[in-house]
C-alpha cells in the first residue's frame, strides 16, 4: 500500500476578490468494503468510512419517498462514495454538519482576506513612504 502522502495534489481557487488559495488534496488508497450500516449511519454521513475524512458531501439528493431520501455522497480526500436511500433524521443530521463545515470555510475566508488585506495595507504604505506612489499613478 502507498503511504498516502504519495497521492497529494495542489489545485488553485481562485475568490471572487481575484486572490487565490492553492487546496491540497491528499488521496488516501481507494475505497474500501463497506462499513456495517448503522455504524455508517452512527458517525454521520459526513465520515468518510474508507478514510475518516469528515469532508463527505452530497453529489445529488431527491426526495424518495415519505421521509425517506436518495443521496448520493462523495468524499473528497480518497473518491469514495455511496449512493442510498437515507431517513429524514439521517439526512438533517448531515445537513447540519454541512452548515457547520460552510460556516467554518466562510470564517477561514474571512480571515484569509482580511490578512491579504493587511499585507496589502502595509506594502502600499510602505510604497508612500519610499516615495515609490505618485499623485500621477491614480
Ligand atoms: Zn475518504
Do not use: Y
Amino acid at each position: 500500500m502507498k503511504h498516502p502522502a504519495d497521492h497529494r495534489s495542489t489545485r488553485r481557487v481562485t475568490l471572487p476578490t481575484g486572490q487565490f488559495v492553492d487546496v491540497l488534496f491528499v488521496e488516501g488508497a481507494g475505497t474500501r468494503g463497506a462499513p456495517h450500516e448503522a455504524d455508517r449511519r452512527e458517525a454521520g454521513l459526513h465520515v468518510c468510512p474508507a478514510c475518516r475524512s469528515e469532508l463527505v458531501a452530497p453529489v445529488a439528493w431527491e426526495h424518495a419517498g415519505p421521509g425517506e431520501w436518495a443521496v448520493t455522497i462523495q468524499c473528497p480526500n480518497c473518491e469514495w462514495w455511496d449512493a442510498d436511500v437515507f431517513d429524514e433524521a439521517t439526512v438533517e443530521r448531515f445537513d447540519e454538519e454541512l452548515d457547520r463545515g460552510t460556516e467554518a470555510l466562510v470564517r477561514d475566508l474571512l480571515r484569509l482576506m482580511r490578512a491579504n488585506m493587511e499585507d496589502d495595507v502595509d506594502r502600499f504604505v510602505a510604497a508612500l513612504h519610499a516615495g515609490a506612489i505618485l499623485p500621477e499613478d491614480f
